[in-house]
């Protein structure tokens, strides 16, 4: 029996429009999606939903992270503050295979309002079914070896 791969999911207001799609992309995928929220009305502050995704991710009580507001970048900021989450804003099909692939990337950004449904939805398929190719280990080693001399 194949295990079902939970994915934790956030979103600010920008993507109001989207969400629900999203949500029903990933579970036709087969995916269990975990989702952190959004306000439900009017406008509400992204890093809220981002540290709780990246949370989630970083524990390990789910396999990886799907962040979506206006841009994405607000989110990646966010998520990345939380130690041991590689959160990336994507803009692309390149790039979702290549913070993936190369980054190691456990969570992917992206914009409501920079893509279409259909590009959102391809580039997660694309981030999630992409292996990290272990010869980028060592970067990623000197990325967390900076993130423990951190004072904080």
Not at 56 to 61: I, L, P, T
Not at 103 to 111: F, S, V, Y
Not at 115 to 137: D, M
Request: hydrophobic fraction near 40%; aromatic fraction near 8%.
């Amino acid at each position: 029996m194949k295990e079902i791969k939970k994915i934790a999911f956030g979103t600010d207001h920008a993507a109001l429009d989207i969400r629900e799609n999203v949500k029903e992309y990933l579970k036709d995928l087969g995916y269990e999606v975990i989702d952190f929220g959004f306000c439900g009305c009017g406008s509400c502050d992204y890093p809220d939903y981002a540290f709780k995704v990246a949370e989630a991710v970083v524990s390990r009580k789910v396999y990886k992270g799907v962040l979506i507001c206006g841009t994405g970048i607000g989110m990646s900021i966010a998520a990345n503050k939380v130690k041991g989450a590689i959160a990336a804003v994507c803009w692309d099909e390149d790039t979702a295979r290549l913070v993936a692939q190369h980054n190691g990337a456990n969570i992917i950004c992206l914009g409501s309002r920079t893509a279409t449904i259909s590009e959102v939805c391809h580039r997660i398929k694309i981030f999630l079914e992409t292996l990290f190719e272990e010869r980028h280990s060592q970067r990623i080693e000197k990325i967390r070896h900076i993130e423990e001399m951190q004072v904080g």
